[in-house]
């Protein structure tokens, strides 16, 4: 069999590796610029190269979810297949993720890229909750494949549910909220920067402290009023240690007042910030969009499926994406949509251990599926149909 | 004999209220700002090459398999692809109007109702500012607000 590579292409990292590798490599899709090194710009990991990393300016290939600047992201993918990954695409084929709902002009500038540029031989698009229905089903425990699944996509631009039904997504009823990765980022961001220090430059930074601090709160109300207290009856509070830029690299969370006087670090004080922001993701509302949270539209995709279905799709609740990561969010998730859910209905909702990069292991099972071969877009019909009459029967 | 009156209603009378006109716009630019990859500016922005620093290619293509072929270059495809999301969408809602696609896909608005957060400290707040609606939990805190960003900013 041929070699086959499967390439996660996310909107914040591209998950790349060949489907036989035990991990794919992430490697941030973006360009970043730092203020300090003025004499060239860092793509994908180079960014480790980087000593200062206060301030750095991201030149993102994404709009909202959708590649529009095609000339990033070939700088990125250059980068990546020469240095970070190198790979012949003539003689392996090509497994590469879109978004849902991708626009036809974008598709087409993808087949085009890859087959002018990368030599590629065969390519195959599909989505990645596709992949986690891949490797979801195939990887119960159980004596036959669950027939229908929920997978909930929390990822950098937005988030997406998507019911599958006999490997099928329903496609009337994904449903997508407009809080991702990204806009939490910016609102710890302003919100830091109202409250204590201005940080409105330092995104990668704030970044790194949003993964770091934050949580998903398990009870919202009563974790609002444990924030209020004084330390130590308050549980939530913690310093946040900056990064110095010469020893310590990432900056680290500690319980308030363990910092001696001796030591001159920057800090700064989070408290109801670590679980105010993740929160978005459930209530949209509060910070004034008007979108249903992750368990109000998971009910509500679920409810636009045949009733039939219903029961499966309960059942086989999974969460996938970089901001599934928050500590939390399995319970959370468990609780709140067992609480909206008929009682008569079991809800299981999985949250894997690694959900940032879950859905690229879904290619292995992809590649092996009998219809590969079919969905296949080859050099050949290519070079017949040229990009437009492979995608679209015209 | 003057008219007796009340301070505060005539302090009232000349305070400044923001219309809901107005009011919406804050809001939906704050989202907007939301949505941004960065606040600064591009701090390579005012870089003048000269001859000694070294250019850069835009394109990193060194592989040698690739020599003699023509390739395209990254400014081909920008030039090409070049339509922005807005005119992506637009395009999309004419070709599709029925869906499903990008519009119906979006959840629609919640049946909760919304829940106010004092937009200086993030607390539940019970009280709304009188000129520009944004909501703050205590005295402190509206003292706060309307230092830095009451009407400061009014556009």
């Not at chain 1, 090509?94 to 500038?109: G, K, Y």
């Not at chain 1, 969370?253 to 006087?261: D, N, R, S, V, Y």
Request: charged share 25%; net charge neutral; hydrophobic share 30%.
């Amino acid at each position: 069999m041929d070699s086959v590579v499967c390439l996660d292409n996310g909107a914040c990292s591209i998950k790349i590796g060949y489907i036989t590798d035990e991990k794919p490599k992430v490697i941030p899709n973006c360009i970043m610029k730092a203020k300090s090194e003025k004499r060239r710009p860092f793509i994908g990991n180079q960014i480790e190269e980087c000593r200062d990393i206060s301030g750095i300016f991201y030149i993102l290939s994404f709009t909202k979810g959708y590649i529009t600047n095609w000339e990033v992201q070939k700088n990125v993918y250059d980068y990546i297949f020469s240095t970070e990954f190198p790979v012949n695409f003539s003689d392996t084929k090509l497994i590469i993720t879109e978004p849902l709902f991708n626009f036809p002009i974008i598709q087409e500038a993808m087949v085009e890229i890859f087959f002018e540029e990368y030599d590629c031989c065969a390519m195959a698009k599909t989505t990645a909750p596709d992949l986690c229905y891949y490797q979801y089903t195939n990887t119960q425990d159980l004596d036959e494949p669950p027939l229908c699944c929920v997978v909930i996509d929390v990822g950098y631009s937005f988030s997406h549910i998507v019911p599958f039904v006999k490997g099928k997504k329903v496609l009337s009823a994904i449903r997508r909220i407009d809080v991702g990765g990204k806009l939490l980022t910016n609102h710890l961001k302003e919100i830091i920067s109202y409250r204590y220090l201005n940080v409105m430059d330092e995104s990668y930074v704030i970044n790194q402290m949003k993964e770091d601090g934050c949580f998903i709160s398990q009870d919202f109300n009563s974790d609002m009023a444990n924030a209020k207290l004084k330390y130590p009856e308050n549980k939530i509070a913690r310093e946040y240690v900056l990064p110095d830029c010469t020893t310590i690299r990432r900056g680290y969370l500690q319980p308030p007042g363990t910092a001696k006087k001796t030591d001159d670090y920057q800090m700064l004080r989070l408290n109801n910030e670590r679980f105010a922001v993740p929160e978005l993701l459930f209530h949209p509302l509060d910070i004034g969009i008007d979108q249903m949270g992750l368990a109000e539209a998971t009910i509500h995709a679920i409810n636009a499926c045949p009733e039939e279905t219903r029961p499966h799709l309960f059942a086989n609740i999974i969460v996938v994406g970089g901001s599934a990561k928050f500590s939390g969010m399995q319970t959370r998730l468990y609780k709140d949509i067992r609480s909206m859910a008929p009682e008569f209905f079991t809800v299981n909702v999985t949250v894997p251990e690694e959900p940032q990069t879950y859905s690229w292991y879904g290619g292995q099972y992809l590649a092996n599926d009998p219809n590969f071969e079919q969905s296949l877009i080859t050099r050949q019909d290519y070079e017949e149909n040229g990009a437009r009459g492979v995608l679209f029967d015209e | 004999m003057s008219m007796r009156e009340s301070g505060r209603i005539k302090d009232a009378e000349k305070k400044r209220v923001l219309d809901d006109v107005t009011r919406k716009r804050r809001a939906r630019k704050a989202l907007e700002a939301l949505e941004q990859d960065n606040f600064q500016q591009d701090p390579h922005a005012d870089l003048v090459m000269s001859k000694k620093i070294p250019k850069f290619n835009n394109s990193l293509d060194n592989n040698p398999r690739r020599k003699g072929r023509k390739t395209r270059g990254a400014d081909y495809y920008r030039i090409k692809y070049r339509k922005t999301f807005q005119q992506l969408l637009e395009e999309d809602r004419q070709a599709n109007p029925n869906g499903p696609n990008y519009i119906t896909a979006q959840s629609p608005p919640t049946s909760y109702p919304q829940r106010h957060f004092c937009a200086v400290c993030g607390f539940p707040s019970s009280y709304t500012c009188t000129s520009c609606g944004t909501r703050f939990c205590c005295l402190k805190c509206q003292g706060t607000h309307q230092d830095t960003r009451c009407l400061k900013f009014v556009s």
